[in-house]
T-cell receptor, first 113, second 116 residues
Framework: QKEVEQDPGPLSVPEGAIVSLNCTYS??????FMWYRQYSRKGPELLMY????GNKEDGRFTAQVDKSSKYISLFIRDSQPSDSATYLC?????????????FGSGTRLSIRP | DTAVSQTPKYLVTQMGNDKSIKCEQN?????MYWYKQDSKKFLKIMFS???????INETVPNRFSPKSPDKAHLNLHINSLELGDSAVYFC???????????????FGPGTRLTVL
């Protein structure tokens, strides 16, 4: 079993829809939870991060972490064609740079105009 | 003024060859990483250096050897290339300390390696 599981998609939704992306994980030591966005032929870029359980909102994006269920989500409201990308969840146990980040396999999202 | 740059962007080579990928960051970060992303987009860490010292060394074949001449550069040398080495290799960097509560990793544009 992989430490982090993520549905690879692809997921295709019409412009303006609410998108829900999810990951599950098995390691209860994870405390930092991140979402990276990766456009085609580019490197990943950090979209949001959350420490421990709870919600975090940034514009149209909301990240949720439920540590009791080992489940994290990213919601995108009023989705735009420019949101079309691969979204990778990621997590680590410590803040230190010596702590590995474990990535999910990414969900490919396409927003239809 | 690219933050994390890699050369080359594309690398096509024959099996058995030796090749190097170079990475440079101008963000003043102390920590640099090499990741491998396979055809299914799975991103896996290979190595990490902090101030030129190896701190993460995942289970990769010893044909892969990282070298950090200074904290702004981290190169990856690959000996005796195999078909399975075909992937996109990403360099990344992060600050090892600072006011932010999380050390965000900044990724380079990637090097697409194809072994024939």
């Amino acid at each position: 079993q992989k430490e982090v599981e993520q549905d690879p998609g692809p997921l295709s939704v019409p412009e303006g829809a609410i998108v829900s992306l999810n990951c599950t994980y098995s390691n209860s030591a994870f405390q930092y939870f991140m979402w990276y966005r990766q456009y085609s032929r580019k490197g990943p870029e950090l979209l949001m991060y959350t420490y421990s359980s709870g919600n975090k909102e940034d514009g149209r994006f909301t990240a949720q972490v439920d540590k009791s269920s080992k489940y994290i989500s990213l919601f995108i409201r009023d989705s735009q064609p420019s949101d079309s990308a691969t979204y990778l969840c990621a997590m680590s146990g410590r803040r230190s740079s010596a702590s590995k980040i474990i990535f999910g396999s990414g969900t490919r999202l396409s927003i239809r105009p | 003024d690219t933050a994390v740059s890699q050369t080359p962007k594309y690398l096509v080579t024959q099996m058995g060859n030796d090749k190097s990928i170079k990475c440079e960051q101008n963000l003043g970060h102390d920590t640099m990483y090499w990741y491998k992303q396979d055809s299914k987009k799975f991103l896996k860490i290979m190595f990490s250096y902090n101030n030129k010292e190896l701190i993460i060394n995942e289970t990769v074949p010893n044909r892969f050897s990282p070298k950090s001449p200074d904290k702004a550069h981290l190169n990856l040398h690959i000996n005796s290339l195999e078909l399975g080495d075909s992937a996109v290799y990403f360099c990344a960097s992060s600050p090892s300390s600072g006011p932010s509560s999380y050390n965000e990793q900044f990724f380079g544009p990637g090097t697409r390696l194809t072994v024939l």
